[in-house]
C-alpha cells in the first residue's frame, strides 16, 4: 500500500495583489488617523441616543400599531395620494394671488367640488376618531 503525499495548491502572489493590499493598509490607516477622539465621543453617543430612541419607539403601543396600519396598500395609496396633494397644493399657492378675502371669496370656495370633498375628508376622519376615542375611554384605556 502506497501512500501519495498531495502537494499543497501553488500560491501566486503578484505585485497587483501586494499593491491592492498596500493601498487598502494605506486607507485604512488614514482613517484611523483621521477619527480624532472627539469624533468618536461624538459617534458613540450619536450611536447610543439612536439606540435609546430605537427602544422608546418599539416600546411605543400607539406608533407600533400606526406603523402596522401604515403597512396595509391602502393606507400606503393614501398617503402617496396625501403628499402629491401637498406637492400640488404648494405649487398652486406660490403662484396664485393672494386671497382677497371676504364673503364671496369664501362663497366661491365653497361652490368648488374639491372643496367640498377636502370638507368631506376631513369630516369623515373627525367622526371616525371620535368613535374611535370613546371606545378607547369605554375600555378604560
Same mark, same amino acid.
Do not use: W
Given at each position: 500500500?502506497?501512500?501519495?503525499?498531495?502537494?499543497?495548491? %501553488?500560491?501566486?502572489? *503578484?505585485?497587483?495583489?501586494?499593491?491592492?493590499?498596500? %493601498?487598502?493598509?494605506?486607507?485604512?490607516?488614514?482613517?484611523?488617523?483621521?477619527?480624532?477622539?472627539?469624533?468618536? @465621543?461624538?459617534?458613540? @453617543?450619536?450611536?447610543? =441616543?439612536?439606540?435609546?430612541?430605537?427602544?422608546? #419607539?418599539?416600546? *411605543?403601543?400607539?406608533?407600533?400599531?400606526? #406603523? &402596522?396600519? /401604515?403597512?396595509?396598500? =391602502? *393606507? &400606503?395609496?393614501?398617503?402617496?395620494? /396625501?403628499? *402629491?396633494?401637498?406637492?400640488?397644493?404648494?405649487?398652486?399657492?406660490?403662484?396664485?394671488?393672494?386671497?382677497?378675502?371676504?364673503?364671496? $371669496?369664501?362663497?366661491? #370656495?365653497?361652490?368648488?367640488?374639491?372643496? &367640498?370633498?377636502?370638507?368631506?375628508?376631513?369630516? /369623515?376622519?373627525? =367622526?371616525?376618531? @371620535?368613535?374611535?376615542?370613546?371606545?378607547?375611554?369605554?375600555? $378604560? $384605556?
Amino acid at each position: 500500500m502506497t501512500i501519495e503525499k498531495e502537494t499543497p495548491p %501553488e500560491v501566486t502572489v *503578484n505585485a497587483s495583489n501586494l499593491e491592492g493590499l498596500a %493601498e487598502l493598509g494605506t486607507i485604512v490607516a488614514a482613517a484611523k488617523d483621521a477619527m480624532t477622539d472627539d469624533m468618536v @465621543s461624538r459617534l458613540a @453617543s450619536a450611536f447610543s =441616543e439612536g439606540i435609546t430612541l430605537l427602544d422608546r #419607539l418599539t416600546r *411605543n403601543d400607539g406608533l407600533v400599531h400606526l #406603523l &402596522q396600519e /401604515l403597512d396595509r396598500p =391602502e *393606507n &400606503q395609496h393614501f398617503l402617496i395620494c /396625501l403628499s *402629491n396633494a401637498f406637492t400640488a397644493a404648494s405649487r398652486d399657492i406660490a403662484i396664485a394671488p393672494p386671497a382677497k378675502g371676504g364673503v364671496v $371669496g369664501l362663497c366661491k #370656495l365653497a361652490c368648488k367640488p374639491g372643496t &367640498q370633498e377636502g370638507l368631506r375628508l376631513v369630516s /369623515l376622519i373627525g =367622526e371616525h376618531l @371620535s368613535e374611535s376615542m370613546r371606545e378607547l375611554h369605554r375600555r $378604560g $384605556g
